[in-house]
């Protein structure tokens, strides 16, 4: 009996934890002015350790997610380790149905992204029985190993089981190179302004975001008032070249299709990288008609941070509708969700860029950039890993960027936990940060 | 200034209105064993009459909902039907941001059926107000005030204003001829099984319903074991052949791609009509693939009910992923989403059957079929209504059918109300229904 299989899992809590921010302050955009990134934190206690796993909202909303671990929670207790992370093709199913809160979206909404802080917590439960950080301890399991993580249910006219076994084992000959690479050197990422900034302020964040931490490519929230958009990137411009820095931008789903193609023409003079999000988050077939458009200007479509599973990602990703693919760690039904996408995206040779920046994603994402570049990938060629950081203060384990690239965690665990401090500060509506009010 | 210019919303409330029923009873299918049908329950008041709106749900889940309407009421308050009704383009982004737990599953899930429960209580009132019932007041509008209810943004590479405009307006001539043809005639529907039904009990109800009401369409739940599935369908076939009832099968969703083939190839010599939901809701090329391989068989691919969205509907509808749509009244953001994808629907000569058998859902599609019947599409052909009937006694104007056709409803309004019966047993969760436990 192996270690897993000796694990039992015996209870589940979930606190709400939500920050607080001003309107049009961190985390502000075309159709969020007002956030409050906000963390569903799990416990998953085994007879052997625990585990914590992060959801992520927006604030409002939170309450649901949290509700819907405590209805999924006793499909959990008495199962093994075995059970939940390697057979999870039958397990996904059980966490699934039958869940009557499931209508309200299916393979979407409260109860999938309570699945995934559920099973991001038991992957750090698993990580810190092993002693390893999450992606250190995936990159060390055998390819079959994977395979059976994944459930393939809705994905397998796709990508089936022997092919994701094949993908991983052409890269097992250099998985320990890459290891020691990526230990040196780090992940690629970028820089993420917001909406509510202003063009001073966002150019000397810019100048201070480059000096001081060496990242070179940044993006832009658009959308709200072309000219608007116009001048900021004007400015940016006039001050920094496509050398100097790169440029992304981000409209956050307020376009129609023709809107999207419209508004982009008008911004490429500006030599921008890729438009990300231009119209609703489910609409596979907008998105390649606007990719269509703009292939010809040299911009590059990209979308994902509400993409829920991974049947719709596959769409995107293998029908030509995307560029590069933007994973969230916390909507997908967990790490086994993620993997399967990276799988997908292997296949048709389109780089996956996580999203991050809210509360928690940047210290989740590095976890699954690593593994894909050990395991799947195995390039960074035109991966580029969202990172701002302003809430990695919360977190036990705060991302960190070193000379443009974020330095690889180094603790056991996933998330590995929030700090005593925010928890008690920021606990939802209990906490003396909320009962200010 | 008419009378919408006039008519201001003054208050909104909700109620969490919760029917309850036994496991594997009504309702029950290959992932939902156990549904307890539920409404949120919305009251839109305005300084000249109320009107009342459902959303629906499983049970667990329909508490969401209702918290979403008052997440929403704010934005309602002091706006005119004018404005909420005829500038839907506007309104409903409005509706969509800037709303917190959007995040949690944007185009879909808690905040988007609850502004579909609002939007369907405001389309309520405002019938109520021109003192006809719904399907008679939509189609005696003219094409641009439609068109104005739409908000085309996410859907104007599928389908323009203009495009439906023209629909709209090609079918003016013969609108007064075919209300009073569905005035005599009513509306073509089928009758729904339950997987928890047994086959003695699945026959008898069969021969009731059919020399009762005159139905002769029939759904069956499948997809939990082959056999079982054979056997029922066998018993049935033996009893009735293909000329004296019309065959349909049901998945809801348990299939990869492969498999629904697999499963299906088994079932065809029982003469099915169609199989619904073979696979995940949102995969596309899943459904598409899947159609492409039953059509040699003759045998139908539909899906829609859990289609949040006109964006996704569109996609199922225009890329060649299903024969016929089935659209949910409480699913998307009230009628007039429902009112675009018929008109996409028309577009692409893809029939819409609705989804209904869930309590409200009997009362509310016959509106849209036939506004869709005088308006839009102007045919019935390959057009059946899901019908079910055993939750109709909760509401005012319970859905009634005679000689397999569903009369058209007559009161003013949409789903008019609940009994004052329904409310107060079934409230959630001090009604006595569930004081019991």
């Given at each position: ?31 969020n ?23 992520f ?53 409260s ?29 060390d ?10 459930d ?54 810019i ?6 931490l ?101 769409q ?98 996933y ?23």
């Amino acid at each position: 009996m192996n270690s897993q299989e000796r694990t039992k899992i015996v209870s589940i809590d979930v606190e709400d934890i939500r920050f607080r921010f001003p309107a049009l302050g961190d985390g502000s955009d075309a159709i969020n002015p007002h956030t409050d990134y906000s963390n569903p934190c799990v416990t998953v206690t085994s007879d052997r350790g625990a585990g914590v796993g992060i959801g992520f909202s927006l604030g409002r909303g939170n309450e649901q997610i949290c509700s819907a671990v405590t209805e999924l929670a006793p499909l959990l207790i008495g199962k093994t380790l075995e059970e939940v992370l390697f057979d999870f093709g039958r397990f996904k199913w059980t966490l699934s149905n039958p869940i009557q809160s499931r209508w309200i979206a299916p393979g979407a909404g409260s109860y999938y992204m309570a699945g995934g802080a559920i099973m991001n917590a038991v992957f750090d439960l698993w990580a810190k029985l092993e002693g390893k950080p999450l992606w250190r301890a995936l990159s060390d399991l055998e390819p079959d190993q994977i395979v059976r993580m994944i459930d393939f249910r809705y994905v397998s006219h796709v990508l089936t089981p022997f092919e994701a076994l094949e993908t991983l084992r052409r890269g097992e000959s250099r998985k320990r190179a890459l290891v020691s690479e990526l230990l040196d050197d780090g992940i690629p990422c970028y820089f993420t302004t917001w909406i509510g900034t202003g063009k001073d302020e966002l150019l000397s964040q810019i100048r201070e975001v480059r000096s001081d931490l060496g990242i070179t490519s940044f993006k832009l929230k658009v959308g709200s008032e072309l000219a608007r958009d116009r001048a900021r990137l004007q400015a940016i411009r006039k001050e920094f070249d496509s050398d100097e820095i790169t440029l992304f931008v981000d409209a956050n789903q307020v376009w129609s299709a023709a809107e999207a193609v419209r508004w982009m023409r008008s911004l490429s003079e500006f030599e921008i990288t890729w438009i990300e999000e231009p119209t609703a988050p489910d609409s596979v077939d907008g998105h390649r008609l606007i990719r269509d458009q703009l292939s010809e200007l040299g911009i590059e479509v990209v979308t994902g941070e509400n993409c829920p599973n991974p049947q719709l990602a596959t769409q995107f990703i293998a029908d030509g509708a995307v560029d590069r693919f933007q994973i969230d760690a916390c909507r997908m039904m967990g790490v086994a969700d993620c993997l399967l996408v990276y799988l997908v995206a292997a296949k048709h040779g389109i780089p996956v860029c996580p999203h991050a920046g809210g509360s928690g994603l940047d210290e989740l994402v590095p976890h699954l950039a690593a593994w894909n570049h050990v395991s799947c990938a195995q390039s960074f060629d035109r991966v580029e890993v969202e990172q701002v950081g302003f809430c990695s203060h919360f977190f036990v384990q705060p991302s960190e960027v070193r000379g443009g690239r974020i330095t690889v965690p180094r603790l056991p665990g996933y998330i590995v936990g929030l700090t005593d401090d925010a928890k008690s500060r920021y606990r939802f509506p209990d906490g003396p940060a909320w009962r200010k009010e």
